[in-house]
C-alpha cells in the first residue's frame, strides 16, 4: 500500500477555500485517491475518489497532478461544521478490501 | 445517518470480561468490516466479512474474534479485556458487488468501550 503524508493540522476561517494536500511519492497504477471526513466520536465519512486530472462533486474537489504523487483536496467556502479531521487514502479501487488510514489532517475553522 | 447501525452505543465492563459488539449493515451490503480506534494507534482495521465468510485479517488479537450471520449482520466478540482495549469499535459496510466501483465504506456510529 502506498504511504500517505498529510499536514497533521490547518487552521482556517469561515467562508475561505481550504486546500489539504497529501503525498503519495509511492502511488501504483491501478491505484486510487480516496478522501475521508471525521467528526470526533462519529465514523469516518467518504468525501470524494479520483484518479487524476480533477474530480469534483457537491462538496469538495479533488486535484491530482499527472505525476499522481500527490492530490490536493479543496473545500470551498468552508463552516465551522467542516472542522474535522481529513484522511487521504491511496488503494486499488474497489470496495471490497479493507481501508488504511494514516494520522490524518486536523482541520480547525474559526469564526 | 449512513444506514449501518451498532449496539450498543457505550459499553463499560471490567478487565478479564468479554463484551459482544453488534452491527447491522446497510441493506444489500454484503461485507463488513470491523475497526478500532484508539487514541494512540488511530484507526486500525481489525477484521472483514464477507456474505458470511471470512475475507480479511487486520490487527485484530487472538482475544477478539467475529463472525457473520446468514441475515448479514456481523457481531465482534472481544474476551479477557485488557484497559488497552478501551476504544471506539466502528463497523463499515460496502456492496462489493461488480458495479462498485469506489472505496466507498459506510461507517456506523461506533460502540465506545471502555475497561475499568
Known amino acids: 500500500l502506498a504511504k500517505t503524508t498529510q499536514p497533521i493540522s490547518m487552521d482556517s476561517y469561515e467562508g475561505q477555500e481550504v486546500n489539504i494536500t497529501c503525498s503519495h511519492n509511492?502511488?501504483?497504477?491501478?491505484?486510487?485517491i480516496t478522501w475521508y471526513q471525521q467528526f470526533p466520536s462519529q465514523g469516518p465519512r467518504f468525501i470524494i475518489q479520483?484518479?487524476?486530472t480533477k474530480v469534483t462533486n457537491e462538496v469538495a474537489s479533488l486535484f491530482i497532478p499527472a505525476d499522481r504523487k500527490s492530490s490536493t483536496l479543496s473545500l470551498p467556502r468552508v463552516s465551522l461544521s467542516d472542522t474535522a479531521v481529513y484522511y487521504c487514502?491511496?488503494?486499488?479501487?474497489?470496495?471490497?478490501?479493507?481501508?488504511?488510514f494514516g494520522s490524518g489532517t486536523q482541520l480547525t475553522v474559526l469564526p | 445517518d449512513s444506514g449501518v447501525t451498532q449496539t450498543p452505543k457505550h459499553l463499560i465492563t471490567a478487565t478479564g470480561q468479554r463484551v459482544t459488539l453488534r452491527c447491522s449493515p446497510r441493506?444489500?451490503?454484503?461485507?463488513v468490516y470491523w475497526y478500532q480506534q484508539s487514541l494512540d494507534q488511530g484507526l486500525q482495521f481489525l477484521i472483514q466479512?464477507?456474505?458470511?465468510?471470512?475475507?480479511a485479517k487486520g490487527n485484530i488479537l487472538e482475544r477478539f474474534s467475529a463472525q457473520q450471520f446468514p441475515d448479514l449482520h456481523s457481531e465482534l466478540n472481544l474476551s479477557s479485556l485488557e484497559l488497552g482495549d478501551s476504544a471506539l469499535y466502528f463497523c463499515?459496510?460496502?456492496?462489493?458487488?461488480?458495479?462498485?466501483?469506489?472505496?466507498?465504506?459506510?461507517f456506523g456510529p461506533g460502540t465506545r468501550l471502555t475497561v475499568l
Open positions: 463499515a459496510s460496502s456492496v462489493d458487488s461488480s458495479g462498485s466501483t469506489y472505496n466507498e465504506q459506510f
Open positions: 509511492n502511488i501504483a497504477t491501478n491505484d486510487y
Open positions: 479520483g484518479y487524476k
Open positions: 487514502l491511496v488503494a486499488r479501487r474497489s470496495s471490497a478490501r479493507q481501508l488504511t
Open positions: 441493506s444489500g451490503d454484503l461485507s
Open positions: 466479512y464477507y456474505n458470511g465468510e471470512e475475507r
